[in-house]
């Protein structure tokens, strides 16, 4: 067959850019190129927006040096897009696909981007278009159903776990309450990771507080309080996504409060990171009802998702095998599309497998920390700090006096 009439692939990323992304990019690039039964191998800028404008970059031609090179560089090398497929955009990504002899696509991101797949390849079916999607995952949040993880998390935990051990340090050094607000809208893994900078008896974060519990205002105080009390200072870990009891973020709470207008992205959903307000709000609270004199809060938001220099060597390995896995796993075309999950072994050693799973197990669809993690509503189990150490990686050591 000669490589004008092979078909071509086209792989794209989407959503919060990670640290590793780019990994599970050239694991599909360099696995399809090595196969020698593919045309060109496209890369779509900017995600769906650039497939429905038709803006791709060739990457089949470009050498393994430099290949290697974007695998170890944060963010999407490609660029990405927020934008939330319907239907009927789908429809036109569909018709460049067909129009582009495309046979293979391959779709790295998270919830949403593994629904677009699921549309993409259901129109294909339809259409008896033979098209093999595979959504590889990525997530900072780590909230796909079917994976002990994704690819991503544990460099943002990674990073999440040495801020605190920093901020425990200039915590003890200088003494007061401070706030860190962490990536999370319904899912707390990432701020539950800032355990991992409890280092010796003492260390903070003294409370932690995720998605999964509901926030209650005078409780929160009375833990501060009692934190101050115990340990003479206070450091907080907060996830972005705290509601109250009815469900309501906090965020939306402050907005409605201040008469100020509620920002929502593309998937409805409101905009919880890029703004300082939550933790301004809690640090406000702390010093009115308190009584509190030092009181600081810090908003990580985007630096944990790509920050240079902080990547869990196990997330590098497996987002670039993710990426291999999907490629191998359309070229053998046993059952057509699906997408990639991690699954682990076991923890000590630390081992995991790559296995198919539908696009229907993981599409549009969230996990949710156990509820066994979970202590009081204002604190993360010692339990989770085994499930996070293969993840996260060995971190530096501290000395105290």
Do not use: W
Not at 78 to 101: H, M, Q, T
Not at 258 to 281: C, M, P, Y
Not at 396 to 401: C, M, S
Request: hydrophobic share 35%; net charge neutral; charged share 25%.
């Amino acid at each position: 067959m000669s490589e004008s009439s092979l078909p071509n692939a086209v792989v794209g990323q989407s959503g919060g850019p990670t640290a590793v992304i780019n990994q599970s990019l050239v694991g599909v690039v360099e696995t399809l190129r090595d196969s020698g039964r593919i045309g060109r191998i496209l890369g779509a800028r900017h995600a769906v927006r650039g497939m429905i404008e038709d803006d791709f970059v060739e990457l089949q031609s470009i050498d393994k040096a430099k290949l290697d090179r974007i695998a170890a560089t944060p963010s999407s090398a490609l660029g990405s897009s927020r934008d939330k497929p319907d239907r009927a955009y789908c429809e036109k990504i569909f018709e460049v696909l067909k129009r582009r002899n495309v046979g293979y696509f391959y779709y790295i991101g998270g919830n949403d981007s593994s629904d677009t797949c699921r549309i993409i390849s259901e129109l294909s079916a339809k259409a008896g278009f033979d098209l093999r999607c595979y959504h590889v995952p990525k997530t900072i949040d780590n909230d796909l159903q079917k994976n002990d993880h994704t690819p991503g998390f544990g460099s943002a935990a990674r990073f999440v776990a040495q801020a605190f051990m920093g901020d425990n340090l200039d915590n003890k050094a200088l003494p007061g309450i401070k706030i860190n607000v962490v990536m999370g809208r319904h899912a707390g893994f990432l701020t539950a990771a800032s355990l991992l900078a409890r280092q010796r008896q003492g260390d903070g974060p003294h409370l932690i507080y995720v998605p999964e519990t509901s926030f209650d205002i005078d409780q929160f105080l009375g833990q501060v309080d009692g934190a101050m009390k115990k340990y003479g200072r206070c450091l907080i870990a907060v996830s972005e996504g705290i509601h109250d009891k009815d469900g309501t973020p906090m965020a939306v709470k402050l907005a409605e409060q201040s008469k100020g207008e509620i920002e929502r992205d593309s998937h409805g959903n409101v905009q919880l990171s890029g703004t300082g307000a939550l933790g301004d709000f809690l640090s406000e609270l702390i010093k009115t009802r308190l009584n509190a004199k030092r009181v600081r809060a810090d908003t990580f938001g985007y630096l944990q998702r790509s920050f240079v220099g902080c990547v869990s060597p196990s997330d590098a390995v497996e987002a670039r095998e993710v990426g291999r896995m999907a490629a191998r796993l359309s070229l053998e075309g046993g059952e057509g599309s699906g997408s990639v999950a991690i699954q682990r072994v076991s923890s000590r050693p630390y081992q995991v497998e790559y296995k198919r799973i539908e696009l229907s197990d993981v599409a549009a669809k969230t996990k949710v920390m156990d509820a066994s993690h979970l202590v009081n509503g204002c604190d993360v189990a010692e339990s989770f700090r085994e499930y996070l150490e293969g993840i996260v990686g060995e971190l530096p050591v501290v000395e105290q006096f």
